[in-house]
């Protein structure tokens, strides 16, 4: 099916922030950053320029900078080249002033003298490049940097009922390629050219694009992070199958599942399998609002050692998603953080045995208005055996 048609399916696969929330963020963003003593945050292109004025664009070694000063009007600092990339974006109704700067200006300067007088404590977004951090820490008199990160990111983690719908179109556009597998994983095929034909299933089913697609077979599974190499995926094999991307409304899908191809060769598969879908299921339910993200690591941790594999276990329980695959509250031993309403979060434990095999089971995990959890995928989490 075409990527249109897709998108008729679920208008929340391609829903933009509206105007009205967009400006709610600036101002409480302006809010955070005066609770946080920063006399001004700077925001450069990516996910946090996108959460807070709908739109980013790359400008490389350019400086664009967003520039929020609380009490004052955002200004947006753009290079007068990269101007019409913005036209798009309604500033005037987000009380954004966009101000340009010419090749030959000193865009370093230009931004510190947007800034009051007496700015001192900067914060700085986490991707700002060091070659415009460290020359606005020089073109700012006595400036202090910080981290605006922890910031940003106590808006970004608290979805909106908005934020939430997108992220479960997205769950359903990856469900919908998870449950096409068949199509095309069989032995005899490359991990490489399975892995080709998902990423296009990717982009068919809603997404922008196919972000990562890690296909694993027997021992490759054993490593979490390995993509897809030039291993021939043979009968028995299981293979751990972990995809996503952004949807056009720029909300990112997670979702692994591991298969079998024929009947296992490895006879403690469907064991650990079976393991690994209880801690699956001990972590999902333990994400409820007040819980600490810790007690969801610990509770899927316990099944898993419990079982005996803890030593196996090599990874934290799951991450934030939003705009981005990986943000907060991250689900990892020491994180006190309680968990909220519209927290969105992986659940995907794993074990993961060197040289034989991996398993692990993610699904996109919602902390819903009554506290409870609710799934944002749903295909099965069983073994799903496909024909070798
Ligand atoms: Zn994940
Ligand atoms: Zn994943």
């Not at 947006?76 to 009380?95: K, M, N, Q, Y």
């Not at 054993?222 to 190499?229: L, Q, V, Y």
């Not at 898993?304 to 934290?316: D, K, L, P, V």
Request: net charge negative; with cysteine; aromatic share 4%.
């Amino acid at each position: 099916m075409s990527e249109p048609a897709a998108l008729d399916r679920d208008p929340a696969l391609s829903a933009r922030a509206s105007t009205d929330a967009l400006v709610e963020r600036l101002g409480r963003l302006s809010a955070e950053a005066e609770r946080a003593g920063l006399d001004a945050v700077l925001v450069g292109p990516g996910a946090n320029l996108r959460y807070l004025v709908g739109h980013s664009v790359p400008s490389h070694e350019r400086l664009t900078c967003l520039v929020i000063v609380p009490g004052a009007s955002p200004r947006l600092l753009v290079p007068a080249l990269e101007r019409p990339g913005w036209d798009g974006v309604p500033t005037d109704a987000l009380g954004v002033e966009a101000v340009t700067w010419l090749d030959g200006q000193d865009p370093h300067a230009l931004l510190a003298s947007l800034l009051p007088a007496a700015a001192r404590v900067l914060g700085v977004d986490d991707d700002l490049p060091a070659r415009h951090l460290l020359r606005v820490q020089a073109a700012v008199d006595g400036s202090r940097l910080r981290l605006a990160g922890p910031t940003i990111s106590e808006l970004r983690m608290r979805k909106s009922g908005d934020e939430v719908a997108a992220l479960a179109a997205a769950g359903a556009a990856i469900d919908r390629v998870q449950a096409r597998m068949g199509e095309w994983l069989w032995a005899g095929r490359t991990e490489r050219d399975v892995a080709a034909d998902i990423a296009a299933a990717i982009v068919q089913e809603g997404h922008a694009t196919a972000d990562f697609v890690i296909v694993g077979s027997g021992p490759s599974g054993a490593s979490p992070h390995h993509e897809a190499g030039e291993r021939t995926i043979r009968e028995g094999d299981s293979v751990v199958v972990d995809i996503g991307g952004p949807t056009p409304a720029g909300y990112c899908s997670d979702c692994t599942r591991t298969y079998v191809v024929g009947a296992p060769v490895d006879r403690e598969l469907e064991t650990v399998h079976e393991v690994v879908r209880r801690a699956q299921q001990a972590g999902v339910a333990a994400a409820r609002a007040g819980s600490s993200c810790d007690s969801v690591d610990a509770a899927s941790r316990t099944v898993i050692e419990e079982a005996g594999y803890g030593e196996y276990f090599i990874t934290r329980t799951g991450h934030g998603i939003g705009l981005e695959v990986h943000e907060e509250p991250y689900l990892v031993a020491g994180n006190e953080r309680p968990l909220e309403p519209g927290m969105a979060f992986s659940v995907e434990p794993g074990i993961y045995l060197p040289g034989r095999f991996g398993v692990r089971i993610e699904d996109i995990v919602v902390v819903d208005d009554d506290g409870s959890p609710r799934r944002l995928n749903h295909f099965d989490t069983s073994l799903v055996r496909l024909a070798p």
